[in-house]
Antibody
Framework: QVQLVQSGAEVKKPGASVKVSCKAS????????ISWVRQAPGQGLEWMGW????????NYAQNLQGRVTMTADTSTNTAYMELRSLRSDDTAVYYC??????????WGQGTLVTVSS | DIQMTQSPSSLSASVGDRVTITCRAS??????LAWFQQKPGTAPKSLIY???SLQSGVPSKFSGSGSGTDFSLTISSLQPEDFATYYC?????????FGGGTKVEIK
């Protein structure tokens, strides 16, 4: 069955970086893209960007340009999202989601990233 | 960016009720519209894509309709497991954007 298993919770200090992984199984990794979505505590969903796993092409949300990098390792069927220069308002649950023709059709379990001094 | 506006932001309903949630896009998104269900402390679950197509495994009590700028999600007979927050999302153009969510609570 399809699974997207994300790495565990992280606690980071302001200014640090975090890298979240998303390991896919149960389907052909390169058939689908991977999007990243985050959700601040008690808030709605915010799209961060996505990566085409076939060729590594990316499209990032404008407000994160320069701070975020999404990559995909086809040898391990794992996608990564790195966010740099962390601020307190980056505290959120980060989700990866499988994408086909733009539609998010399966989600990882989420990774809580807490930014606190 | 395309703004997605959901209404209502919350509603109270009883088991067995028929519930409809609406979503309006600030620009034409054709039928590139999805609906998600999220229960507290869990990841969103995909319900509908292409405005009206049911994701595999999603019960037929969920249905979606609309195109262009106006969309709706209907739950035909609300069950206890359906109490959750529902989000719409357009994927017609970048950045992908979500509605603010509709919380469906027990009356």
């Amino acid at each position: 069955q399809v699974q997207l298993v994300q790495s565990g919770a992280e606690v980071k200090k302001p200014g640090a970086s975090v890298k979240v992984s998303c390991k896919a199984s149960g389907y052909t990794f390169t058939t689908y893209g991977i999007s990243w979505v985050r959700q601040a505590p008690g808030q709605g969903l915010e799209w961060m960007g996505w990566i085409t796993t076939q060729n590594g092409n990316t499209n990032y949300a404008q407000n994160l340009q320069g701070r975020v990098t999404m990559t995909a390792d086809t040898s391990t069927n794992t996608a990564y999202m790195e966010l740099r220069s962390l601020r307190s308002d980056d505290t959120a649950v980060y989700y990866c989601a499988r994408v086909l023709w733009g539609a998010l059709n399966f989600w990882g379990q989420g990774t809580l990233v807490t930014v606190s001094s | 960016d395309i703004q997605m506006t959901q209404s209502p932001s919350s509603l109270s309903a009883s088991v067995g009720d028929r519930v409809t949630i609406t979503c309006r896009a600030s620009q034409n998104v054709s039928n590139f519209l999805a609906w998600f269900q999220q229960k507290p402390g869990t990841a969103p679950k995909s319900l509908i894509y292409a405005a009206s197509s049911l994701q595999s495994g999603v019960p037929s009590k969920f249905s979606g309709s609309g195109s262009g700028t106006d969309f709706s999600l209907t739950i035909s007979s609300l069950q206890p497991e359906d109490f959750a927050t529902y989000y719409c999302q357009q994927y017609n153009s970048y950045p992908l954007t979500f509605g603010g969510g509709t919380k469906v609570e027990i009356k």
